[in-house]
């Protein structure tokens, strides 16, 4: 998972701690929320990412008053982008992000998969 930290650190323009955090978030929120074939393939294609998600999964779980506002308008990617400017990501940075770990996602699981995690969660498509 370096590779992938390493990358968004360098593409994204942010720390590394925080590059792995929220790729564990982002990793977490899809497991979560995709289909479960298509994302436990990618997920067990991508190096490093059972690890993150281990570590991060529940980092990415809305709680407490702001959570239940959010979940009570849909959630979903909403509350995975609230989450992250939470820990000090720029809606553009997010977008970055996405957009690295999807396509480092269809690198190593492939490009049918990754489609079918992007289309199996709602409003996901317009960010990647």
């Known amino acids: ?3 992938l930290v390493t990358r968004v650190t ?4 942010i720390a590394p701690a925080q590059a792995e955090k929220a790729i564990g978030m982002m990793l977490g929120f899809l497991q979560r929320e995709a289909a479960d074939g298509p994302v436990a393939r990618m997920i067990e294609a991508t190096p490093g990412a059972a690890e993150l998600v281990a570590r991060f999964n529940g980092e990415g779980k ?3 008053l702001l959570g ?3 979940g009570a308008f849909g959630g979903g990617v909403m509350a ?3 989450q992250l400017m939470s820990e000090g990501l720029s809606m553009g940075e997010i977008t970055a992000l996405a957009k690295e ?3 480092y996602g269809k690198e190593h699981a492939g490009e049918d998969t990754v489609n079918e995690v992007i289309d199996s969660v709602p409003g996901l498509r317009q960010f990647v």
């Open 101 to 103: 770990v999807i396509a």
């Open 10 to 13: 360098e593409n994204v323009g």
């Open 80 to 82: 995975l982008g609230q």
């Open 1 to 3: 998972m370096s590779d």
């Open 62 to 64: 809305s709680g407490g």
């Open 68 to 70: 239940k506002i959010v």
